[in-house]
């Protein structure tokens, strides 16, 4: 499945953006979906994944309550509100698809977006 990101740019901090994933693939929402963020030189860092039917979600403490994960399976599409957005989320973020009921661990995913540039200025 061919997943594109969308909705990342510059904001200042303490603002807010929506990503968004999507798919052209009908067998999409059969699919829990995960974002990721990954910085030059570290390693990719899991934010949040979402069930297939939305249910199940699970976040990183670190963007609890300020970031929220939906889905729109008749869409194809998952978002990812982002807010009080600060200096440090500034990256490029990944949406990834994977058979399991999702995961933190980014290997268990099975396809990548090609990312979205999330800058934000202090």
């Known amino acids: 499945v061919q997943l594109i990101e969308s909705g990342g740019g510059l904001v200042q901090a303490g603002g807010s953006l929506r990503l968004s994933c999507a798919a052209s693939?009908?067998?999409?929402?059969?699919?829990?979906i995960g974002w990721f963020r990954q910085a030059p030189g570290k390693e990719r860092e899991f934010v949040v994944f979402i069930g297939w039917r939305g249910i199940i979600t699970n976040y990183a403490d670190s963007v609890k309550d300020r970031f929220t994960i939906s889905r729109d399976n008749a869409k194809n599409t998952v978002h990812l509100q982002m807010n009080r957005l600060n200096p440090e989320n500034t990256t490029v973020y990944y949406c990834?698809?994977?058979?399991?009921?999702?995961?933190?661990?980014?290997?268990?995913?099975?396809?990548w977006g090609e990312g979205t540039q999330v800058a934000v200025s202090s």
């Open positions: 693939d009908p067998t999409f929402s059969s699919y829990s």
């Open positions: 990834a698809a994977t058979y399991s009921r999702g995961s933190v661990n980014p290997g268990e995913y099975n396809y």
